[in-house]
């Protein structure tokens, strides 16, 4: 099983930029398809980027698209969310997941498809 560790957030202004990063430890990271999640405080776990496992696929959030992009590296075993834009809606803790084994193709929208997650980053925007 692969263990997950996010880092990268912080205090940002609106319109700045962070580069989140997870790091997998296991040898099946290049078979997982993998994601990127939020929870801001008083909500519910929300979606916002999932990669294929070899980077052929891509999803977004609509709150997403155009100012994130996800990435990840199956050779140095990352996962990378480039935070473009941001906004102070954007304030939330980040959490990376992972789902093993899964179709080559595959991009995963909802957390229940993951079964690995990090312990998440926080990431404040000011106004």
């Known amino acids: 099983q692969v263990l997950l560790s996010e880092s990268g957030g912080g205090l940002g202004q609106a319109g700045d930029s962070l580069r989140l990063s997870c790091a997998a430890s296991?040898?099946?990271?290049?078979?997982?398809?993998l994601g990127w999640f939020r929870q801001a405080a008083g909500k519910e776990r929300e979606f916002v980027a999932a990669?294929?496992?070899?980077?052929?696929?891509?999803a977004y959030a609509d709150s997403a698209k155009g100012r994130f992009t996800i990435s990840r590296d199956n050779a140095r075993n990352k996962l990378y969310l480039q935070m473009n834009s941001l906004k102070s809606e954007d304030t939330a803790i980040y959490f990376c997941?992972?789902?093993?084994?899964?179709?080559?193709?595959?991009?995963?929208?909802?957390?229940?498809?993951?079964?690995?997650w990090g312990q998440g980053t926080q990431v404040t925007v000011s106004a």
């Open positions: 997941a992972a789902a093993e084994v899964a179709p080559l193709f595959a991009v995963y929208r909802s957390p229940d498809q993951y079964g690995v």
């Open positions: 296991g040898r099946t990271f290049s078979s997982c398809a």
């Open positions: 990669i294929s496992r070899t980077s052929g696929y891509t």
